[in-house]
């Protein structure tokens, strides 16, 4: 499943040769699934049209000595140890000022060979205005701080709930998991 606006794949489709659409969180954890699918379309050569659409609509994994998250860098690794061509790749993100990761990893390479990146918030979830409810929210009646953690177990998710569970914050901060240790 591709997390992407319908209209907003629609034109992409129209735009691109679409070889490949994939969500990066069906190979965040499973690497070896990038792998084949890229196997799989490749070949010994690429018309200009043709891409590679990875969708990129949750944070990345990042490392306190890396300017650069690990899915853009094991991204491009994956595509250079390949030998595809990385103008192929077309990286549509909700994580606005990616492009200067990609920028810092990619010094080298050839300006005619770098991915498309399209920085902004194309994601099927938004709600239209007819969704949205006035709502008269009462600060002053917050019992709790809440944190939503989307429904997905990812580490640094893992990780921040287990800090408030260590630190003793249970008491303060509303906190549901069924990946607590």
């Known amino acids: 499943m591709i997390e ?6 629609d034109m992409l489709d129209e735009k ?16 070896q699934l990038l792998s084949d699918k890229l196997d799989s379309i490749k070949k010994e050569s690429f018309l200009p049209n043709d891409r590679i659409l990875v969708v990129h609509m949750d944070t990345d994994y990042y490392d306190e000595l890396l300017p650069f998250g690990l899915i ?16 192929l790749l077309l990286f549509v993100t909700n994580h606005y ?14 300006k ?13 979830n938004l709600l239209s205005n007819n969704f949205v409810l006035d709502n008269d929210c009462r600060i002053d009646q917050i019992e709790k701080a809440a944190i939503s953690i989307m ?4 580490s640094h998710r893992v990780a921040l709930c287990n800090f408030i569970n260590d630190s003793d914050l249970l008491n303060q901060v509303a906190l549901q998991t069924n990946f607590l240790k």
Do not use: C
């Not at 992407?4 to 794949?9: G, R």
């Not at 853009?72 to 103008?87: E, H, Q, S, T």
């Not at 000022?97 to 050839?110: R, Y």
């Open 4 to 9: 992407l606006n319908s209209h907003a794949l």
């Open 16 to 31: 691109y040769n679409l070889l490949l659409k994939i969500d990066a969180r069906q190979f965040d954890t499973n690497w």
């Open 72 to 87: 853009v860098v094991n991204l491009l690794r994956m595509f250079k140890n390949k030998d595809i061509p990385l103008y």
């Open 97 to 110: 000022g990616i492009s200067k990761e990609f920028n810092s990893l990619l010094v080298e390479q050839h």
């Open 112 to 124: 005619k060979d770098r991915p498309t990146i399209i920085e902004t918030l194309l994601s099927k």
């Open 151 to 154: 429904g997905k177990q990812r």
